[in-house]
């Protein structure tokens, strides 16, 4: 008997384990990740505002609003005047310090119903109540929001051609 097969099997595991095997080479994996801006373009329609049908649209689109932090602001306040009179003294003008504190960055990545007007190439995102009040909100300038500009490059020119049809 050379050597039972218990005897072997431990030998074998402990040449797997302490014989390392030629180097591994780690592989990159490409994952591919979607656009987060986009539209739901059976939702692009057109819009009915003060009046007009020819100039304004509305679609639920998606996007980011990223926001800066903004930082604490100390307000050192004023130490004031010692004032003295007839062996009695007291502060005046004293304002004690106070911190304001700032804002964390943040971003939302969500759908919003857009409302665009063609003819000025402006929008307005409705719902985008829930970020800072540094973030530009009501209507601007579609180069502010990729979703808007792409709405406003494809459908504004089909909605102003004398069809009025999209």
Known sequence: MRGSPRILAVVALLQVLLCPAAPS?????????PSPYSYKADSV???????RTDRYLQFVGHTVIDWPATPARLNPGNPGTI???RQ????????????TGGTPAGSIRSFFTYRLDCRDRTFDRLGDVRVPASVPKG???VTN?????AVADRYC????????SI
């Open 25 to 33: 080479r780690a592989e990159t994996v490409v994952v591919p990740v």
């Open 45 to 51: 329609q057109p819009l009915v505002l003060a009046g």
């Open 83 to 85: 004032r003295c009179e």
């Open 88 to 99: 009695r003294c007291w502060q005046q003008g004293y304002s004690a310090p106070s911190l």
């Open 139 to 141: 209507w601007q300038p």
């Open 145 to 149: 929001d990729p979703t808007a500009l």
């Open 157 to 164: 020119q089909e909605l102003t051609k004398p069809t009025g």
